[in-house]
């Protein structure tokens, strides 16, 4: 028996096959292309059956999406699909299939991943702090999945890390503003403007085009706006670490998304700024570390949630 496992990435879904071993036996990327609602859940569909034609032995299929699921009507908010405001996915799904379909937020899958084969093995207190295009918290409390009272726990983007409070912050949230992919980007955008005698890389490349990765590739060449930049980035994880030690005395915190990638080396400078922040006890307890699957931390949960669902 076989399980498929999909996830939303940024502008792609990913789709996993697992056997009962975990070995991957299928595994395809599909770009969105910038469809929107009907369109985009349809592409899903599309390619699920096609998969399901070629691998006949599926039995369950587990599906993560970022923004929010709600469990009870089976709805999707998807804050980088147009039209994916409470989009019907589990309904479409069971209309072009018998197999049972699980679905949960990106966040909570990434956690799940690392419980079950990555650096949360064997943990029953642990968080995945996810810095990508956006930031989420999958939070694991005594060997289960914390979502909250309505399906929306571990939107940390929106933690409230520097004051006053502005308008700008109200469709990402503060720390999503300044410490996510898009927030590097931004806060070197920002630098450029406020910095008149800076003559380095960064000066020379379109500020409006500027991505995490030119900041990244300015670093390494001891870039001085991009070292900044990174300064002020590390002081923000440092405390959004600090804040989840603090709140849940977790065993680790694993760093992943695509920022956690190229920022592994600033964990030790990350553990040293949550250090001034944190409670004193826990943060001497708890282990800060980096993905141990990487940009498939997400497949492997959806793929457990499906082996957990034949096991019902």
């Known amino acids: 028996m076989t399980a498929l496992a999909i996830v939303l990435v940024g502008t792609k879904f990913s789709f996993a096959v697992f056997s009962q071993n975990c070995d991957v036996l299928y595994n395809q990327t599909t770009p969105l292309q910038n469809r929107e609602g009907a369109k985009a859940g349809d592409l899903i569909t599309e390619e699920t059956k096609k998969i399901i034609a070629i691998h006949k032995d599926i039995q369950s299929i587990g599906m993560a999406v970022p923004g929010i699921y709600h469990y009870e009507k089976g709805t999707v908010w998807a804050p980088n699909i147009r ?71 571990g939107a940390i983007g929106w933690l409230a890390l520097h004051q ?10 503060c720390f999503e503003y300044y410490a996510s992919g898009e927030g590097i980007a931004r806060l070197a955008r920002k630098l450029l403007q406020e910095e008149k005698n800076y003559t380095g890389i960064l000066k020379q490349k379109n500020a409006e085009a500027l991505t995490a990765y030119d900041i990244f ?18 002081r923000y994880w440092g405390m959004a670490v600090a804040n989840l030690v603090s709140l849940f005395n977790p ?33 001497k307890q708890v282990s800060i570390e980096s993905s141990a699957l990487g940009t498939d931390a997400g497949l492997y949960g959806a793929g457990l949630m499906a082996f957990q669902l034949q096991n019902r």
Request: net charge negative; proline share 5%.
């Open 164 to 173: 006053p409070f502005d308008e700008k912050y109200i469709e990402c949230g």
């Open 251 to 283: 065993e680790k915190i694993i760093l992943g998304g695509g920022i956690f990638g190229p920022a592994v080396q600033f964990i030790p400078a990350i553990k040293k700024e949550a250090t001034k922040w944190a409670q004193p006890f826990s943060i």
């Open 217 to 234: 590739s300015a670093y390494e060449k001891k870039d001085r706006l991009a070292i900044e930049v990174f300064n002020i980035c590390i």
């Open 83 to 153: 039209g994916w405001d409470d989009f019907p996915l589990l309904k479409n799904m069971q209309q072009i299939t018998n197999i049972p379909v699980t679905i949960d937020s990106d966040r909570s899958c990434y956690i799940l991943g690392e419980w079950w084969k990555g650096n949360a093995k064997g943990c029953d207190n642990a968080i995945y702090l996810a810095v990508g295009t956006g930031i989420g918290a999958g939070i694991l409390i005594e060997g289960k999945v914390f979502r909250g009272a309505h399906d929306i726990a």
